[in-house]
């Protein structure tokens, strides 16, 4: 046994209380990890003493002696005959396809201590995870990355079904780049099983495959109400993920909903959590969030089942970033109290307040009526929308009931306070402030009043004693207060300036080898006028520029001269994203197999999403239905596709498509599509294939621009549709020109819910089909059918060059710069 000084404290034991106001907190255990030399001991001491008594840090503690072990067997026998107050370190190196399997019994004074020998020292890579079983385990200071885990977690509270973990602590743990290959695949980043677990101190970097980072699963009575901490952690990005699935947290599912869990998520920092609209999904009740921070996090904190949760303390800041967002309300006895909503543009589901109307009869997985909601002593500022009746339809009827909306303070300049969906007393508004700049009518309950300002870290926000958020006690958590201490990411280092690569015709076949040597951002350049032999399909998975060299009379165009049939010309593969500029894409050439597409997306395991820019290029002859000029394929998200001044023409297939997920789960091929200035003719198949079944609300996508393009005798078939927007729920078709096409159907196909916002305006239909959605409200008022009088359709110019309708820029409808080039 040896003895050490007890100097200083640097973090806190399971037990400890994490603030004032937060439930569970009443412990008095807290411990003190310290190192001396290359000893590292576990200090456990009374929190009371702590805070009352300064002589503590002179006193001297007794530990055990620390065992050292450098695989996963040795660790595994280790804990496994570790009595309390063992030190377990592992050696300082990386730890590759390394199961770990955690199986001891420590206790409250004396847990078992698994660290490494310098934090942040080990590092788990390739497939390895962690499974935690017993009681009093304190798993710390590791790091994951490169790699995913091949169980359903990457580190568990529990062994198995009949092992689980109680009173047991991950801290300072940093994963990042630790996502499944294919996107779909569903894991989590930890599970938490058993009772009064703690996850504390740690760092999540953009987990990008489906599944929430953190689950607390309820499934069996040995995890209901359990107490569990999730707190001062620093969860660092989720990419918008285009589905059903990308939570940050969830607590519960709707099965056990009616049960309790009396989960703390207190103190963590939440940075551009943008995964779904449920940053942090609540689906069971107890639960308490309290004085986290959102910081500009498109969506919010859902109390999506269970009843007696509590919201207070929180600050949402969206700095004014589109569908940022704050607190939806479902179902009985939710209490939302003390935060603090500023900046935030989020609206309907993402609003800074969303109370949701109910479902008569509702089953257990859908929403249940709200009733008896305190929302109370909470500031609002310069947020878009507070919204009582969210979602009515004509399935979620149920008006809520008895919320008391009080005390509540109220910064706008606009018009209005609040909308109400429904009519109607369910919601009682009494003694509720207006700040001054208030400009519309002051509805019943509230009363204009000034406000005072005070700073909070930094932070100006607005004050007054009796109204909104009691601002001067608030802590505002800050990012540096939380997360891993040890983890000071370094910048990437470059391996050299991007270059530019001249290739001329004869060299095709260097394509293949060129683009995997290349770095991110080097340019291809494409320096003839000539035909390019494509044998392999060109392989983009870094961010690359592909181009036409300034100045040729005529495009490049890539041909397919391989012996077997080739899925594309380019494939973006994961990592990958490219702009493409100036360049011909030919489906047939001679007797060659033909290529199914002139750029796709990889049918390989992707989880990143990618960018994708179309600029002036050209493709034709595609002569299977199945081809197409750009095809998404399916697990697959562009997070942007542009097409610009392109032009695609006799083709059997489609133009763009983006309709590979079918399974009607709400998933698409792109969050952004914007296609300008662009000329469809003489296409057999639809000219834009995008597709978003289901009626899932997770996602804000797909997103669809369509502005002065020409569609020329497209889609003739019998009940065919030039444009198909299935599912998108932001679409605009603006200044374009439809002749001659989906003469057997339509023109433009929406199938939208009644809060997509889709339009079609300043647009000409000359012997062409409808324009058919649900709802009939897609048509503005500026539709025309005048005959067009095109500059040189023989030569693909589908300028107008008579007297054309005007779009709203006072410009002719359709493509406004032909270049043949």
Not at 498 to 503: G, L, T
Not at 636 to 662: C, P, Q, R, W, Y
Not at 792 to 798: A, G, I
């Amino acid at each position: 046994m040896k003895t050490y000084p007890l100097s200083f404290l640097l973090c806190y034991s399971l037990s400890l209380f994490p603030g004032p106001g937060i439930a569970g907190a009443s412990s008095p255990t807290a411990s003190a990890f310290l190192r001396s030399g290359n000893n590292t001991v576990a200090l456990f001491v009374n929190s009371n003493a702590i805070v009352n008594s300064p002589a503590i840090v002179n006193s001297h503690v007794t530990a055990n002696s620390p065992l050292v072990v450098d695989n996963p067997e040795a660790l595994k026998a280790a804990v496994a005959k570790a009595s309390p107050g063992d030190i377990i370190l592992l050696k300082d190196k990386e730890w590759n396809n390394s199961g770990l399997r955690l199986q001891g019994n420590g206790t409250a004074g004396k847990p078992i201590l698994i660290m490494p020998q310098t934090p942040g020292g080990v590092t788990f890579t390739g497939q390895s995870f962690v499974q935690m079983g017993g009681s009093y385990l304190v798993f710390k200071d590791f790091h994951f990355r490169n790699g995913y885990s091949p169980k359903r977690e990457v580190i568990s509270f529990r062994i198995n079904n009949e092992v689980l973990a109680n009173h047991c602590r991950v801290t300072g743990i940093v994963i990042e780049n630790y996502s499944q290959p294919e996107r779909f695949k569903s894991d989590s980043w930890i599970t938490l099983y058993g009772k009064h677990n703690r996850i504390d101190h740690s760092t999540f970097v953009n987990k990008l495959n489906s599944g929430p980072l953190i689950i607390a699963e309820l499934d069996d009575e040995r995890s209901q109400q359990n107490e569990h901490s999730i707190d001062s952690n620093y969860f660092k990005g989720r990419q918008r993920f285009g589905s059903n699935g990308g939570e940050t947290i969830r607590i519960g599912v709707s099965r056990y909903s009616l049960t309790a869990s009396r989960t703390n998520i207190v103190r963590n920092f939440f940075e551009r959590c943008n995964g779904e609209v449920e940053i942090v999904s609540i689906k069971s009740g107890e639960n308490n969030v309290s004085f986290n921070t959102f910081l500009e996090c498109e969506g919010g904190l859902v109390l999506r089942h269970g009843s007696g949760n509590v919201v207070e303390g929180n600050f949402f800041l969206g700095n004014n970033k589109p569908f940022t967002g704050g607190v939806r309300v479902i179902n009985p006895n939710q209490k939302v109290v003390n935060n603090v909503f500023s900046d935030l543009q989020g609206v309907n589901f993402r609003a800074a307040l969303a109370v949701l109307n109910g479902v008569p009869n509702s089953l257990i997985n859908r929403y249940y009526q709200v009733k008896d909601a305190l929302i109370e002593h909470n500031t609002f500022i310069n947020s878009a929308s507070i919204l009582f009746g969210a979602g009515k339809d004509a399935e979620r009827t149920l008006a809520p009931e008895n919320v008391s909306f009080k005390h509540n303070l109220i910064l706008s300049s606009g018009t209005e306070v609040y909308t109400n969906a429904n009519t109607g007393n369910g919601i009682l508004f009494s003694d509720n402030g207006l700040e001054k700049s208030f400009k519309g009518e002051v509805p019943q309950g509230f009363k204009v009043m000034k406000t005072s300002s005070i700073k909070v870290n930094g932070f100006s926000l607005p004050y007054h004693p009796d109204y909104g958020a009691d601002v001067k006690k608030l802590p505002l958590i800050k990012k540096e207060n939380t997360g891993a201490s040890w983890y000071h990411p370094e910048p990437e280092k470059t391996i050299r300036k991007a270059m530019s690569f001249q290739v001329r015709s004869d060299q095709s076949q260097t394509l293949p080898a060129l683009l995997k040597q290349a770095i991110a951002g080097d340019t291809i350049v494409l320096s003839e006028a000539a035909n390019y032999k494509i044998s392999a399909e060109l392989l983009v998975s870094k961010p690359l520029i592909i181009m036409a060299a300034p100045g040729l009379k005529s495009r490049p165009v890539l041909i397919g001269t391989s012996a077997k049939s080739m899925d594309a010309f380019i494939s973006i593969e994961n990592g990958g994203d490219l702009l493409v500029k100036g360049i011909a894409f030919k489906g047939t050439y001679e007797s060659f197999p033909a290529v199914d597409a002139g750029i796709r997306s990889t049918d390989r395991p992707m989880n990143r999403p990618y960018r994708l820019e179309i600029n002036n290029c050209e493709f034709y002859d595609y002569n299977e239905s199945s081809n197409a000029g750009f095809k998404a394929s399916k697990s697959t998200l562009a997070d942007s596709l542009v097409v610009l001044n392109s032009i695609f023409h006799h083709m059997s297939g489609a133009g763009i498509d983006l309709s590979s997920e079918k399974e009607d789960k709400g998933m698409y091929n792109a969050e952004y599509t914007v296609i300008k200035n662009c000329t469809f003719s003489n296409l057999l198949g639809a000219a834009i294939n995008i597709y978003r079944g289901g009626n899932d609300e997770s996602t804000l996508g797909p997103f669809v621009t369509i502005d002065h393009c020409t569609f020329n005798e497209v889609e003739n078939r019998e009940q065919g549709t030039v444009v198909r927007l299935i599912g998108a729920q932001q679409a605009a078709v603006t200044n374009s020109n439809f002749s001659y096409s989906g003469q057997g159907g339509r023109s433009v196909l929406f199938q939208e819910y009644r809060w997509d916002n889709i339009l079609v305006d300043y647009c000409n239909f000359y012997e062409s089909g409808k324009v058919e959605s649900f709802y009939h409200k897609a048509s503005g008022a500026h539709i025309y059918q005048l005959k067009p009088e095109y500059k040189n359709p023989e030569q693909l110019n589908f300028e107008w060059s008579g007297n054309a309708p005007l779009s709203n820029h006072q410009t002719p409808v359709g493509i406004i710069a032909y270049d043949p080039e």
